[in-house]
């Protein structure tokens, strides 16, 4: 993700600024190519397709739609598109890339050397920040997954099966370093733990608690259960 840069300059009065000899203006990195016109409709598409994929799903959601929110003609998506499943293809494609991002940057944030346990506490936060970050293209892919053909979902499957392989380490890590029981089957635990942040997409409402705090409880159930920690005790009747 392409964040924008900032500059911050400070006002000088005249009557409180030494007078000095003009700076030498610094040269301007070059701008980023400007995406060519069929490379921009082609983006076009695809964002109004995970928008209308999202709020219609797989079953109602019509070329026709996808056309007009992308401000185009219906027999021109053809032009980059051979079907409206080709659209979901790559609609899911990108989903899975972002979700992917999130988690390695988060990751990435850390320090050399971080245990096991750190690891896997910020590849939650980071997947619970795309999921829940009211981006179409992650919150169509869970919305139609399960309306899919079986020859897109059985592809699709292949490539989670794929991503997984992140999680598989991470678990088989914090096995070793002994935070995880050798009696854990690690791949319920990750089905487990990713079908339960993927369907936080569908209880989560901005206020109560932020995402982070929501994954710190994910973190918190995953390694220390939910009954009192040492040296705290529980409510009356909570």
């Known amino acids: 993700m392409d964040w924008p840069e900032t500059v911050g300059n400070r006002p000088m009065t005249l009557d409180s600024a030494p007078v000095r000899e003009p700076r030498p203006r610094k040269a301007k990195a070059p701008a980023k190519p400007a995406l060519k016109k069929s490379e921009a409709t082609r983006q076009r598409i695809l964002d109004a397709a995970a928008?209308?994929?999202?709020?219609?799903?797989?079953?109602?959601?019509?070329?026709?739609?996808?056309?007009?929110?992308?401000?185009?003609?219906?027999?021109?998506?053809?032009?980059?598109?051979?079907?409206?499943?080709?659209?979901?293809?790559?609609?899911?494609?990108?989903?899975?890339?972002?979700?992917?991002?999130?988690?390695?940057?988060?990751?990435?944030?850390?320090?050399?050397?971080?245990?096991?346990?750190?690891?896997?506490?910020?590849?939650?936060?980071?997947?619970?920040?795309?999921?829940?970050?009211?981006?179409?293209?992650?919150?169509?892919?869970?919305?139609i997954f399960d309306q899919l053909p079986d020859k897109v979902q059985r592809h699709f499957l292949e490539v989670l099966d794929r991503n997984a392989g992140l999680w598989r380490e991470l678990f088989e890590a914090a096995r070793a370093e002994g935070v995880i029981g050798a009696d854990v089957d690690l791949s319920v635990l990750r089905l487990l733990l990713l079908g339960m942040m993927n369907w936080s997409i569908e209880w989560f409402k901005p206020g109560r608690m932020s995402v982070d705090q929501i994954a710190d409880q994910a973190v918190r159930m995953l390694f220390d259960g939910v009954g009192p920690r040492p040296g705290t005790e529980t409510a009356a009747g909570s």
């Open 51 to 143: 928008f209308v994929f999202r709020r219609k799903g797989y079953a109602h959601a019509r070329l026709s739609d996808i056309a007009r929110k992308s401000r185009t003609q219906t027999s021109s998506i053809y032009y980059y598109f051979d079907s409206r499943e080709a659209i979901v293809f790559e609609v899911l494609r990108i989903a899975n890339e972002k979700t992917a991002l999130y988690v390695t940057n988060a990751m990435a944030e850390l320090p050399g050397g971080a245990s096991a346990r750190d690891r896997i506490s910020a590849a939650i936060h980071g997947h619970f920040r795309i999921v829940l970050s009211d981006n179409d293209y992650t919150s169509a892919h869970m919305r």
